[in-house]
Nanobody, 122 residues
Framework: QEQLVESGGGLVHDGGSLRLSCSAA????????MGWFRQAPGKEREFVAS??????STIYADSVKGRFTISRDRSTVYLQMTALNPEDTALYYC?????????????????WGQGTQVTVSS
């Protein structure tokens, strides 16, 4: 069992930036894809971004493309968020993939963090 811990969430003004981090407590995810999902109040969880085991392949949701950047350092994954707007307000979850590559489907992820709240004020 792996434990993922997210950090870096907070309150930011429209147009601001935040950097989320996610660390694997047992560092067992270095050979697995990692991803970020988010869930806004009253909405379903949605895919944000994913990165392959070696960082060589990334996928982004259309809604964040060009504004968010996912990166990793072995078992730690980051999400640099810029040009934030109120529609980005959500609980952001980190997840580790079942294999070296993972995409938009949440079923491709095995372990999940507890989430970190991002709130963007207008």
């Amino acid at each position: 069992q792996e434990q993922l811990v997210e950090s870096g969430g907070g309150l930011v003004h429209d147009g601001g930036s935040l950097r989320l981090s996610c660390s694997a407590a047992r560092r067992t995810t270095s050979n697995n894809a990692m991803g970020w999902f988010r869930q806004a109040p009253g909405k379903e969880r949605e895919f944000v971004a994913s990165i392959s085991w070696n960082g060589g392949s990334t996928i982004y949701a259309d809604s964040v493309k060009g504004r968010f950047t996912i990166s990793r350092d072995r078992s730690t994954v980051y999400l640099q968020m810029t040009a934030l707007n109120p529609e980005d307000t959500a609980l952001y979850y980190c997840a580790s993939g079942r294999s070296s590559y993972a995409g938009r489907d949440s079923s491709g992820y095995r372990y999940w963090g507890q989430g970190t709240q991002v709130t963007v004020s207008s």
